[in-house]
């Protein structure tokens, strides 16, 4: 990442920091932590798909299997929603174990068939499992957080605005570190030339299931948190509107950029939520979304970040 879009992304994080000072209507700020979420799960995508060049699209199961930890765990075992979250990265994480297994050899459309065989074979489990998951009417009056005598559901969603946006902040800068590791040189290397990378002696299984698993814990803790904070988990989760939203977020920002699907899910967010309220828009704002991401792949196959990144880039002088 250069120097300017790192002084961007913390300029961002600072405007970002400050908007509970300016807006105070709850709904405003429930669109922005819903886009804080959508965006930790889009940037997670970003590290299988845009970093490593991996066909994934099992990854909003992550997602859901977060969701329905969390769930779970609040209501049949009465656990604390400040342990159930993040318990929801660490199911994600296994299974996305399971599933990198038998894809770590696979190539082309097989990966993308197995992958989304997945996703629909963990929806069918929570529908067919109604005595724990609620089957098709899902889980509802989940707890919600605590702190001492703080109730996280007052003051206008503020406490959840920070901790979404905290999230955000901390998997991002995590995928930023991993990014500039060797472990993430090598996966851009498999991705732009495998055999080339095979041949220097990285493993393709391993590196597979290392990414998989690491794309899927902050994930999967977003779903946690998405249900605590929603107090609902639904197989809604699972559906395809949902995948194709946050897809759209990662190619329509730039897929391998990180910061690109962050400002996507933003700006999609916010974009969708409008349409919602335009008749005639309400079911036809998704093929909208996919109007929008061909004719920016179209314009900049990089993304909308690397429009801009031409727009404010530095003119050579004459």
Not at 147 to 164: H, N, V
Not at 182 to 197: I, Q
């Amino acid at each position: 990442m250069t120097r300017n879009r790192s002084l961007f992304a913390l300029a961002a994080l600072f405007i970002l920091a400050l908007v509970p000072a300016i807006v105070t209507d709850s709904y405003t700020r429930h669109i922005f932590i819903i886009a804080f979420i959508y965006g930790t799960v889009a940037v997670n995508w970003d590290l299988s798909l845009g970093l490593a060049g991996l066909f994934n699209f099992g990854h909003l199961a992550f997602f859901g299997i977060g969701v329905y930890t969390a769930a779970i765990l609040t209501t049949s075992l009465d656990l604390s929603p400040w342990l159930a979250i993040p318990l929801g990265g660490i199911t994600a994480a296994l299974a996305a174990l399971l599933i990198a297994l038998p894809v770590a050899r696979l190539q082309g459309i097989y990966v993308v068939l197995v992958t989304f065989a997945f996703g629909q074979l963990c929806m069918q489990v929570v529908l067919s499992q109604g005595d724990l998951t609620g089957g098709a009417e899902g889980l509802v009056r989940l707890p919600y957080l605590r702190l001492g005598d703080y109730s996280f559901i007052r003051d206008f969603r503020f406490g959840y605005y920070y901790i979404a946006l905290g999230l955000l902040t901390v998997s991002v800068a995590s995928l930023m570190l991993l990014a500039r590791s060797p472990f993430g040189k090598s996966l851009r290397a498999l991705r732009d030339n495998p055999d080339y990378a095979t041949a220097r002696g990285i493993s393709v299984a391993r590196q597979r299931v290392l990414v998989l698993c690491a794309s899927a814990v902050f994930t999967g803790i977003a779903g946690g948190f998405y249900a605590i904070y929603l107090r609902v988990a639904s197989p809604e989760v699972f559906g395809f509107s949902v995948a194709t939203l946050i897809l759209s977020m990662v190619l329509i920002g730039g897929a391998g950029s990180i910061l690109g699907p962050v400002f996507a899910a933003l700006g999609l967010t916010f974009a969708t939520e409008a349409m919602a309220g335009i008749r005639g828009l309400e079911e036809a704002r998704f093929l909208v979304v996919a109007v929008a991401m061909i004719l920016v792949l179209r314009i900049a196959p990089a993304g909308a970040i690397d429009i801009f990144a031409r727009l404010f880039a530095p003119r050579p002088k004459s």
